[in-house]
Nanobody
Framework: QVQLVESGGGLVQAGGSLRLSCAAS????????MGWYRQAPGAQRELVAT???????NYADSVKGRFTISGDTAKNTVYLQMNTLKPEDTAVYYC???????????WGQGTQVTVSS
């Protein structure tokens, strides 16, 4: 069973930086885009950033200018450089491999990011 494995989460002070990494344990076919989502306690999961096969990126307004997504969808790898972190960035961050609705998406198990004030 192929899995997406995230790493790089942790505890950081406000204003600090973290870099999240995600890689597939095997090959995932039919990926159109990869991205990061996050879910804070009591909140719904929300999109943070995505990168497509062509390299186009998309960011949530709340992270624009602070976070940078990179990766290679063909190699099933994606990274998230997070700078100038804020306490409101505290959440579990999930890696996603987006495919067609017939194939279904892959999700990682999540990595905790905690930003202290």
């Amino acid at each position: 069973q192929v899995q997406l494995v995230e790493s790089g989460g942790g505890l950081v002070q406000a204003g600090g930086s973290l870099r999240l990494s995600c890689a597939a344990s095997g090959r995932i076919f039919g990926v159109n885009a990869m991205g990061w989502y996050r879910q804070a306690p009591g909140a719904q999961r929300e999109l943070v950033a995505t990168i497509t096969n062509s390299g186009s990126t998309n960011y949530a307004d709340s992270v624009k200018g602070r976070f940078t997504i990179s990766g290679d969808t063909a190699k099933n790898t994606v990274y998230l450089q997070m700078n100038t972190l804020k306490p409101e960035d505290t959440a579990v961050y999930y890696c996603n491999a987006q495919r067609s609705k017939w194939l279904g998406d892959y999700w990682g198990q999540g990595t905790q990011v905690t930003v202290s004030s």
